[in-house]
């Protein structure tokens, strides 16, 4: 398995745009965890689902953030309107189940810039 | 509430020299205890884990941690550092009644040759 892809890599945005970064996760993994990176705040947890079913959605910081995940193969987190305060590095990550305590593996991120 | 802590923003140590990277939690229930490292421009990268069982752990490129609950610790440990090693290290808990993984604010690991 390639591991989680995550895409674009790199994305430059103008605020109020619209933004939407994927992840592939990996195949087989029930789990799949959405995280934001930066300096001030470090690695916060935004969402995550379980089958594809968000389970707790409370650190999304505000409503425009938005994340689905429409099988299991797929997901996105999707921010309309951008701001600059948004600027980060977006991780997705996955896991084979909670059940067995399994670590998470990560994806490369994302590095979002809005000017 | 449910928190881990990393206390020290950078650690340097001399090329050969034992490390320790330090890590507290504070979770309800049982805590499954994990370290991951980063390199720059890179994903989280999954080093251990402790979920039951013996208290010190061994993990990938050396390292090894300690569960102590008396101290609610699980330091990462190295006898010889590499200058290779330098990167972020994160520790990161999850509790047994949730499914969520929380992490700490990261230590930045400098080895000097």
């Known amino acids: 398995d390639a591991g989680v892809i995550q895409s674009p890599r790199h994305e430059v945005t103008e605020m109020g745009q619209e933004v939407t970064l994927r992840c592939k996760p990996i195949?087989?993994?029930?789990?799949l965890f959405w995280y934001r990176q930066t300096m001030m705040r470090g690695l916060e947890l935004l969402i995550y689902?379980?089958?594809?079913?968000?389970?707790?959605d409370s650190g999304m910081p505000e409503d425009r953030f938005s994340a689905k995940m429409p099988n299991a193969s797929f997901s996105t987190l999707k921010i309309q309107p951008s701001e600059p305060r948004d600027s980060a590095v977006y991780f997705c990550?996955?896991?084979?189940?909670?059940?067995?305590?399994?670590?998470?593996?990560f994806g490369q991120g994302t590095r979002l810039t809005v000017v | 509430a449910q928190s881990v802590a990393q206390p020290e923003d950078q650690v340097n140590v001399a090329e050969g020299n034992p490390l320790t990277v330090k890590c507290t939690y504070s979770?309800?229930?049982?805590?499954?205890l994990f370290w991951y490292v980063q390199y720059p421009n890179r994903g989280l990268q999954f080093l251990l884990k402790?979920?039951?069982?013996?208290?010190l752990v061994k993990g990938s490129y050396g390292f090894e941690a300690e569960f102590n609950k008396s101290q609610t610790s699980f330091h990462l440990k190295k006898p010889s550092a590499l200058v290779s090693d330098s990167a972020l290290y994160f520790c990161?808990?999850?509790?047994?009644?949730?499914?969520?993984?929380?992490f700490g604010s990261g230590t930045r690991l400098s080895i000097r040759p």
């Open positions: 990161a808990v999850e509790w047994s009644s949730a499914s969520k993984i929380i």
């Open positions: 689902f379980n089958n594809n079913v968000p389970i707790d």
């Open positions: 402790y979920i039951t069982g013996d208290n």
């Open positions: 979770v309800s229930g049982n805590p499954y």
């Open positions: 990550a996955s896991s084979l189940g909670r059940r067995i305590n399994t670590e998470a593996f």
């Open positions: 195949s087989g993994h029930d789990y």
